[in-house]
């Protein structure tokens, strides 16, 4: 079955440190790779993609993600963490076959302390 | 300014009771697809389409109905809602259903079936 993991429910890090959320997708084919952040009672919002190319990717807010086809990741990272950043955090895939679906991630909770 | 705007945001209703909860874009997207967001289950597809009179399954489309009969809206149906699909559902859309492109989401409609 295809599927996207997010291994941690929540991540707890201190504000200027840097932060990472990890995702592990498990999918045939080439996928496409995103991350977006849900604010509370907001709806999702981009952050970055991957599609081809370089392997690291920088997104909005300071966020990059790094691509890893030999252990099928994708992880959300960011230098410098701020108080602003804490939010839940998805990581989807979408698939270039079978029709456009997307999958999502069960979520990681982030919460950065001052 | 570019949104994806559902209607309503809030919603309770009995076993039962048809419902409809709308969703329009105004960026002339292809691409809309509804999901239903719970806890520990990250966003779940329900049904997405391609493009007018275009319309699939996603993972979980069990109870509920779509159309897409112009560009810009693409409700929702619950002919006979249920407990089970108490939930927070987002609508989204992308340029088109390539899969290389971001999806833009609603503000979501909690709904709450008794």
């Known amino acids: 079955a295809q599927s996207v993991a997010q291994p941690e429910d929540q991540v707890n890090v201190a504000e200027g440190n840097p932060l990472t959320v990890k995702c592990t997708y498990s999918?045939?084919?080439?996928?496409?790779l995103f991350w977006y952040v849900q604010y509370p009672n907001r709806g999702l919002q981009f952050l970055l993609k991957y599609i081809t190319g370089d392997n690291l990717v920088k997104g909005s807010y300071g966020f990059e993600a790094e691509f890893n086809k030999s252990q099928t990741s994708f992880h959300l990272k960011k230098p410098s963490a701020l108080v602003s950043d804490s939010a839940l955090y998805f990581c989807a895939v979408s698939l270039s076959t079978g029709g456009f679906k997307t999958i999502f991630g069960a979520g990681t909770r982030l919460f950065v302390k001052a | 300014e570019a949104q994806v705007t559902q209607n309503p945001r809030y919603l309770i209703t009995v076993t039962g009771k048809k419902l409809t909860v709308t969703c329009s874009q105004n960026m002339n997207h292809e691409y809309m697809s509804w999901y239903r967001q719970d806890p520990g289950l990250g966003l779940r597809q329900i049904y997405y389409s391609m493009n007018v009179e275009v319309t699939d399954k996603g993972d979980v489309p069990e109870g509920y109905k779509v159309s897409r009969k112009e560009k810009r809206n693409f409700p929702l149906i619950l002919e006979s809602p249920s407990p089970n699909q108490t939930s927070l559902y987002f609508c989204?859309?992308?340029?088109?259903?390539?899969?290389?492109?971001?999806?833009?989401f609603g503000p979501g409609t909690r709904l709450t079936v008794t």
């Open positions: 989204a859309s992308s340029l088109t259903g390539q899969g290389a492109y971001e999806q833009y």
């Open positions: 999918v045939s084919g080439n996928p496409y």
